[in-house]
């Protein structure tokens, strides 16, 4: 999944595309059994409940996106499809695969949308940055035979308490075989920052990802957490207690019960709001250039009518009263 690099560690919006599904429409009782939430879901609202509500609630249209979360995405891209090729047979150079990188980059920047926060900074270290971590990564797993790739971005969904009330999903962006038999759930980094073995013991997005993937790749089978740290070529590895594994399931069902109750939505303002895709309207961001209206609660009903008569989630909120 995605990852984004900024102070005091990734991003929390950065895996997008684990959000997307599913709808958190409002938090009344009708909307309910629709939620689909997601590890970075529940961390936008632990980071910030006013980015969620933003986000989720009402669905305010991203600003820009982060240059770090633009370059992750990439990466990730380029891995997929390096895995794809090397376990159909052909393995590319790595010339070629920094190549395909930089075609990708090229096609899918957008200078108006992607924004550089750390200011003065080129666009081609960013650039150069991708090039490193796919590098590292190729030089680290070539010829691409010490596993078995079992699936590529692999969507997982969970069912917490199987009452429907709980639901999750993810995307995995790799599920192996190790030689000794272990499935491995790996997943690629960007970020600079490395956390510690205890931070990724506690880690809640790939144990999820496990209570997700239950017995569906081996029953019994010994299952391996694997963190790649692209920038850092370092890879680290935890696992998970069944007794772990249950005490999760209820700590994220209390934060799902949480966030339902939560009527406040209060902004949590810390150095994130400089990467944060709605920090020109939100009205407690530090860094508003003041171009941009503040942004208010959308009208009763979560959306305004579309010109055409129907309702579309990007005019589900207002600028300024
Ligand atoms: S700018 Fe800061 S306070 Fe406002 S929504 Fe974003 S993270 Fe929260």
Redesign the pocket.
Known sequence: MEDIDVPGGADPIANESVATAGEVGDTSGASVSREVYSHSRLSSFE?????F??RYLWKVPAESESIEGFVGKRVHEVLEKLHRTADAGRIPTLPKVLWRFQQMFDDAYDATNVRIVREGTPLSFYRELGEHCIANYYHDHYPFDRDQTLALEERVTLDLDGSGRYRLQGFIDRIARAPDGAIEIQDYKTSARVPSQRQLDEDRQLALYQMGIGARFGEGKPVRLVWHFLRKGRTLVSTRTPKQLEALRTKTRTLIDRIREERVFA????A??G?????EG???????SGKVEPYSRPPAGGKRPAPDGTHKDQLAFTFGG
Request: proline fraction near 16%.
């Open positions: 980071n910030c409940p006013r980015k509500q933003y902004p949590k303002t810390s994130l709001c990467w944060c895709e709605y920090r939100c009205p407690a961001s530090p860094n508003r």
